[in-house]
């Protein structure tokens, strides 16, 4: 045997775990789903199949999309500004001392279970004794809002929560990439008398630009899942006013036990979130820079 052929052996013995647990845990739970979206089932008796009347039914169901709708509501809430903070948190940060410490405590959160994150600012936003209405009569004399029980507050305050749980992953990220950047961008800059938000326009986000097209897939893949926040402190609610896809599909498929149903909604969520990301990918060749 020689040695490529047992190197190459070698290289597929040490993948084989991930690759069993990547069929097992991903490619056969997502054929699945693609199986019975095409089904009518209970999750008791047999499985009747029914073509495409589940995915008709879906597009024709007022809650499928009112979820819709407060799912891109969400998604236009929190990536953007989520996306701004985490970038100018880590432009703040790279150049003072003790950024590991910093970078620990923003990171925190992130590491956090959601459940947990999710009952504390269930206090935090409660419009009665939460400590941020609490503060905000003591310090500016003004009402909070119902934060969570308000229809047109329950999606930018869940958003609130989000754009904070969230911070810390995008903000090490855009740390990492600023630190790839060669300082001898910003002192050629400087001698020609570039002031510092003209080095951060022409330098920075240009060179950023790949951690940046990252982070924002990543964001609104993660945005277009939501589903801990809504349940834990809304119940999706008031009126379904943080009802969700995700929620939607776990109403359906736990809550009133169409199975097939939910899995037609989770199929329709995929290519909606596949159609995003491949749009991304085609318009990145516009405005990301490999470059530095």
């Given at each position: 045997m020689n040695k490529r052929l047992t190197d190459s052996l070698w290289g597929y013995a040490f993948i084989l775990p991930q690759m069993i647990g990547l069929i097992v845990f991903a490619l056969i739970p997502l054929v699945s789903a693609f199986v019975l979206s095409f089904m009518k089932w209970d999750g008791f008796g047999a499985k009747e199949f029914i073509g495409l009347d589940n995915f008709v039914g879906?597009?024709?169901?007022?809650?499928?999309?009112?979820?819709?709708?407060?799912?891109?509501?969400?998604?236009?809430?929190?990536?953007?500004?989520?996306?701004?903070?985490a970038m100018l948190v880590a432009v703040a940060l790279n150049k003072v001392r003790g950024k590991v410490i910093y970078r620990l405590f923003y990171y925190m959160p992130v590491v956090t279970s959601s459940i947990a994150v999710s009952i504390v600012w269930l206090w935090l936003l409660n419009s009665e004794f939460g400590i941020i209405n609490v503060y905000l009569k003591q310090w500016f004399d003004i009402e909070g809002p119902d934060w969570l029980t308000d229809r047109k507050?329950?999606?930018?305050?869940?958003?609130?929560?989000?754009?904070?749980?969230?911070?810390?992953?995008?903000?090490?990220?855009?740390?990492?990439?600023?630190?790839?950047?060669?300082?001898?961008?910003?002192?050629?800059?400087?001698?020609?008398?570039?002031?510092?938000?003209?080095?951060?326009?022409?330098?920075?986000?240009?060179?950023?630009?790949?951690t940046t097209f990252f982070c924002t897939i990543m964001s609104i893949i993660g945005s277009f899942q939501v589903f801990d926040q809504s349940f834990v402190m809304t119940g999706g609610g008031p009126a379904k006013a943080s009802y969700t896809i995700v929620y939607h599909v776990y109403q359906l498929a736990?809550?009133?036990?169409?199975?097939?149903?939910?899995?037609?909604?989770?199929?329709?969520?995929f290519f909606i979130i596949l159609?995003?990301?491949?749009?991304?990918?085609?318009?990145s060749k516009r405005w990301v820079h490999y470059g530095g």
């Open positions: 879906q597009f024709r169901n007022p809650d499928f999309t009112l979820a819709l709708w407060n799912t891109a509501w969400y998604t236009f809430l929190v990536v953007p500004v989520g996306i701004v903070l507050m329950v999606i930018p305050s869940i958003a609130m929560l989000s754009i904070w749980w969230g911070l810390g992953s995008n903000m090490v990220l855009f740390l990492a990439g600023l630190q790839g950047i060669s300082s001898s961008y910003y002192e050629a800059a400087q001698i020609d008398g570039a002031s510092k938000f003209r080095q951060f326009w022409h330098i920075t986000l240009p060179l950023l630009s790949p736990f809550v009133e036990f169409t199975f097939g149903k939910s899995a037609a909604a989770a199929v329709i969520l159609t995003l990301t491949l749009i991304q990918m085609y318009t």
